[in-house]
């Protein structure tokens, strides 16, 4: 099993700054994908970002310019640098990982959610 702790979510002022941390421990041989989703109240949990094992990243055209992905291979770790902060990006923040056993097959997990509220 493959569990995630994630943790860096909590309340900011529009424009501010915040960095999330998504670290995967477990039967872990290998990580493809590490992403994180989002979802706010009364909508549809959606992608904000996502990395590869070799580093290529995508983003939800909401986010770009203002949030960068990044990932530490050596500690499974991957993070979420939020800037320039909008009221729209209030939401529960879910990390979410592909990764298999040695010998194993192919998985996702995802984390429990850290909440993040932009307000003045």
């Known amino acids: 099993q493959v569990q995630l702790v994630e943790s860096g979510g909590g309340l900011v002022q529009p424009g501010g700054s915040l960095r999330l941390s998504c670290a995967a421990s477990g039967s872990i041989f290998q990580i493809a994908v590490m992403g994180w989703y989002r979802q706010a109240p009364g909508s549809a949990r959606e992608l904000v970002a996502a990395i590869t094992s070799d580093g290529t990243t995508n983003y939800a055209d909401s986010v770009k310019g203002r ?36 010998l194993g097959a192919w998985h996702e997990t995802w984390g429990q959610g850290t909440q993040v509220v932009v307000s003045s």
């Open 67 to 102: 949030f960068t992905i990044s990932r530490d291979n050596a500690k499974n770790t991957v993070y979420l640098r939020m800037s320039d902060l909008k009221f729209e990006d209030t939401a529960v923040y879910y990390c979410n990982v592909h990764s298999r056993a040695l």
